[in-house]
């Protein structure tokens, strides 16, 4: 191989699926980065790519070859950082992206330490609860609620949700507390719709040591978890809201936990990165942020659980 940068040309033409928005991103002209790849293709003597008038796409020996680029950068990446480590500062444009709730709960009340920590650093941040394609979308770091579905991503757990069952003083003063998940269908219950399906989100719980799940619904539902605690907190029914968007509400006397012997661990929370980034000093720093920021064992998980 004559030219590394052929390799970083081909993995931005892979991950974009353009000419254009590969040469775009790598400061080129589209006719540049054309030549490029059919220089590498050339060389290889193996078609990488099938090119049509709306689209580029991977062939096969393209998708083998794509993977073992991105290893082969990404160890020069590491090898790059690992000796300019020492006096690199984080600097440079930052992209990340992070769920709607536990951005604006937990993380965006602390980004202004993050920045005076930083000051060479600009901080793009999108809050969304779309899933997102970390290589096509440029993005460099992702808060994620979940397993992780790409497996080239690296995870660094921060820690693990709980989701609770609760419900105003007030209501529950008028209906009464269920004591089993079963009598949740005598209670008015505000469930998490799902729009683009029309179906709920269900309740999960855990009795002995076994998960379970029920479908809930009632009059009054809601595709946002701040208008679910919104209305629970309104008296309007109960509500499964995350533990940190339930924290100060409880805190307060607002809402009351209830079924809380049916209460179980949820999914873990991480911050999400490519492989290729993993020592990139404005990366490293924000997920060293983050780490600082949320404990394994968070604030709102004991409130949620007394």
């Not at 096509?136 to 921060?158: S, T």
Request: hydrophobic fraction near 40%.
């Amino acid at each position: 191989m004559e030219n590394l940068n052929a390799l970083r040309v081909f993995v931005r033409v892979a991950e974009t699926r353009s000419f254009t928005e590969a040469a775009k991103r790598l400061g080129l002209t589209s006719s540049a980065v054309s030549k490029a790849i059919t220089r590498l293709e050339q060389e290889l003597n193996v078609r990488l790519l099938h090119r049509t008038t709306r689209s580029v796409g991977l062939t096969n020996d393209g998708a083998s070859f794509f993977e073992h680029c991105l290893q082969v950068l990404a160890q020069i990446e590491d090898a790059e950082n690992v000796l300019n480590r020492a006096t690199s500062s984080p600097h440079g444009r930052l992209r990340v992206h992070m769920p709607v709730g536990f951005g604006r709960r937990v993380i965006v009340p602390a980004l202004s330490q993050f920045i005076e920590q930083h000051p060479a650093l600009v901080l793009d941040a999108e809050l969304s609860d779309r899933t997102v394609d970390l290589a096509y979308e440029g993005i460099d770091a992702a808060v994620h609620i979940g397993e992780p579905a790409d497996a080239r991503l690296i995870a660094r757990r921060l820690c693990n949700l709980r989701f609770v069952a609760c419900a105003s003083p007030e209501y529950l003063a008028r209906h009464g507390a269920p004591l089993t998940p079963d009598e949740l269908d005598r209670h008015h219950c505000l469930a998490y719709v799902l729009m683009h399906t029309g179906r709920y989100r269900e309740w999960q719980f855990v009795h002995d040591g076994k998960p379970f799940s029920k479908t809930v619904s009632g009059r009054l539902n809601f595709n946002n978890a701040e208008s679910l605690l919104e209305a629970a907190t309104s008296g309007l029914g109960i509500a499964m809201i995350s533990n940190f968007i339930a924290a100060e509400a409880i805190r307060e006397g607002k809402l009351q936990c209830v079924l809380t012997d049916y209460a179980g661990i949820g999914p873990p929370v991480s911050v999400v990165y490519l492989p290729g980034r993993n020592l990139s000093p404005k990366v490293r720093a924000f997920v060293d942020f983050l780490r600082d920021l949320i404990p394994s064992d968070p604030d709102w998980d004991k409130i949620t659980l007394q």
